[in-house]
T-cell receptor, first 113, second 112 residues
């Protein structure tokens, strides 16, 4: 199994550009989440999904959209990039059952100029 | 706001010493998990403790949970230089269909 994969690994955008961060998992996990990590802030939840067709907002959803058309994929869209969105983005997945660990992708390092 | 808050923010110790990190959280939980992150990498799961458990061990790791105080601690015994990393607690709320919420982490430096 590849686990949780994210592309790209690095990206530089100009203010106002849009882009999609890709996330895929091959473990048939129902739960998937996107986090951003900034220095001194830990991981903050952006959006999450508990199954195909179901998404919900996390702590910092503004400026981001998600969709979950399949169990495997959970892309994160930046609508109009801003310098405040410069961060490292992590996608994660886990099984529905309560007592299960979460698996993380390697992260996407995004810089918005 | 974030559910978990780790303490201390940073910890520096010598190899062979024990390292203790604490986590406090706000709402009722099903379980609490600890993760490790090496510099520039994704997070890796270390240990999970259920809300009805008080203590759990895994190798050199010992986790305690006090639900009355809404707090947990992670003890790493006989630390090694390879334990240098950031450590995060994550809470799984009692309410079903929610995501794990992470704290800000403790950065541990172990020098040889």
């Amino acid at each position: 199994n590849a686990g949780v994969t994210q592309t790209p690994k690095f990206q530089v955008l100009k203010t106002g550009q849009s882009m999609t961060l890709q996330c895929a998992q091959d473990m048939n996990h129902e739960y998937m989440s996107w986090y951003r990590q900034d220095p001194g802030m830990g991981l903050r939840l952006i959006h999450y999904s508990v199954g195909a067709g179901i998404t919900d907002q996390g702590e910092v959803p503004n400026g981001y959209n998600v969709s979950r058309s399949t169990t495997e994929d959970f892309p994160l869209r930046l609508l109009s990039a801003a310098p405040s969105q410069t961060s490292v983005y992590f996608c994660a997945s886990r099984e529905r059952a309560t007592y299960n660990e979460q698996f993380f992708g390697p992260g996407t390092r995004l810089t918005v100029l | 706001s974030q559910q978990g808050e780790e303490d201390p923010q940073a910890l520096s110790i010598q190899e062979g010493e024990n390292a203790t990190m604490n986590c406090s959280y706000k709402t009722s939980i099903n379980n609490l998990q600890w993760y490790r992150q090496n510099s520039g990498r994704g997070l890796v799961h270390l240990i999970l403790i259920r809300s009805n458990e008080r203590e759990k061990h895994s190798g050199r790791l010992r986790v305690t949970l006090d639900t009355s105080k809404k707090s947990s601690s992670l003890l790493i015994t006989a630390s090694r230089a390879a334990d240098t990393a950031s450590y995060f607690c994550a809470t799984d709320a009692e309410q079903a269909g929610t995501a794990l919420i992470f704290g800000k982490g403790t950065t541990l430096s172990v020098s040889s």
